[in-house]
């Protein structure tokens, strides 16, 4: 009886101790899942994350944005010289033929002393010579200039293509369409009574808008004549300005095609590395799951991944460790 006794307690107090140490293993694992989750870790997925997706998103936005912004100076900087340039040239078209004109009409009218001032308009030759295009819209013109005890509203036209206004002031005849800009142009025109050809820019208002233009005045020699050479400015450089509009435009189209395609690619880099990441981790976690069970005496934990890379080999690893513990546990309860 009293061995049976010895026995049985025996028995029992490896039933308490082998139930306090289940208890303690599973208070162990609930306090490292709970302080697993209290604890922020930048575990394997944030770094993927991190790594191949937030930081080549950086830098693929920073890169696109620099090249269009390069793009962009370019294509500003290459308009704008362009139109410079071109604005130089039609100033200098614009003054070259004001005296062409002036001395073509010199040589008429010293061929023709007897041609009265009434008759010039009328006078299909001098108003060939006098009246030539310039741009696309507008002509030159033969304008009488004032005596000197005259004002400036004397300036009269003689050749111009409108025959409303022969013989009328130059000055008072385009004083609506000058609006802001009359004093300018008086300025500009008043100054050939110095007997000094000039030129210059004034603003035109046209149909409820207001262009440049630009104006070159040159003396007929040996005469009181002068002649004016005007158009607007963007009869030549419109052509650049609309290059400039299409450059834009194609700068605009191929910032949304680079956007639309980066964002494609980053849509789908993000999934891949989102599906690996989270496949990755899981096993990590597995693992990790399962050596703190081994740790706390847990043999019989079932290990199952299927991984052929790095984690497959330190899951066999772990598997190898677990055989070699349960091997050595029973060699030590066959030895008692």
Not at 57 to 70: C, E, N
């Amino acid at each position: 009886k009293k061995e049976n006794e010895i026995k049985n307690k025996q028995i029992n107090e490896r039933i308490d101790d082998k139930d306090k140490t289940t208890n303690i293993k599973e208070k162990d694992k609930k306090k490292k899942k709970e302080k697993r989750k209290r604890q922020f870790v930048f575990g394997i997925r944030s770094k993927m994350l991190l790594m191949f997706r937030v930081i080549p998103v950086l830098l693929t936005i920073g890169l696109s944005f620099f090249s269009l912004k390069q793009m962009d100076n370019l294509a500003s900087e290459i308009t704008s010289q362009s139109t410079e340039v071109v604005k130089e040239l039609t100033e200098k078209i614009i003054i070259d033929q004001a005296k062409s004109v002036a001395s073509q009409c010199s040589i008429f009218l010293k061929n023709n002393p007897d041609l009265n001032k009434d008759d010039f308009f009328f006078d299909l030759d001098l108003n060939r010579i006098s009246i030539q295009k310039v741009g696309l819209k507008r002509y030159t013109a033969l304008i009488e200039i004032p005596s000197p005890d005259q004002s400036d509203d004397y300036f009269t036209i003689w050749c111009h293509p409108d025959q409303k206004l022969i013989g009328k002031s130059l000055l008072k005849s385009f004083k609506a369409n000058l609006g802001d800009s009359y004093e300018n142009f008086k300025g500009i025109i008043n100054k050939i009574r110095l007997g000094k050809g000039n030129f210059g820019y004034y603003q035109w208002t046209e149909d409820g808008q207001i262009k440049d233009k630009f104006i070159a005045v040159e003396h007929i020699e040996q005469s009181k004549y002068i002649i004016i050479s005007t158009t607007y400015i963007d009869d030549f450089t419109g052509p650049i300005i609309d290059l400039q509009k299409k450059s834009n435009q194609t700068t605009d189209e191929t910032r949304n095609i680079n956007v639309i395609i980066c964002s494609f690619l980053i849509l789908i880099i993000g999934m891949c590395i989102i599906l690996y990441g989270y496949s990755l981790s899981k096993n990590i976690l597995k693992l990790s799951d399962a050596a703190d069970r081994i740790s706390i005496g847990e043999l019989d934990v079932s290990i199952k991944i299927s991984s052929k890379d790095e984690i497959g080999a330190l899951a066999d690893a772990i598997i190898r460790m677990q055989d070699s513990l349960r091997f050595s546990i029973e060699r030590l309860r066959k030895r008692r």
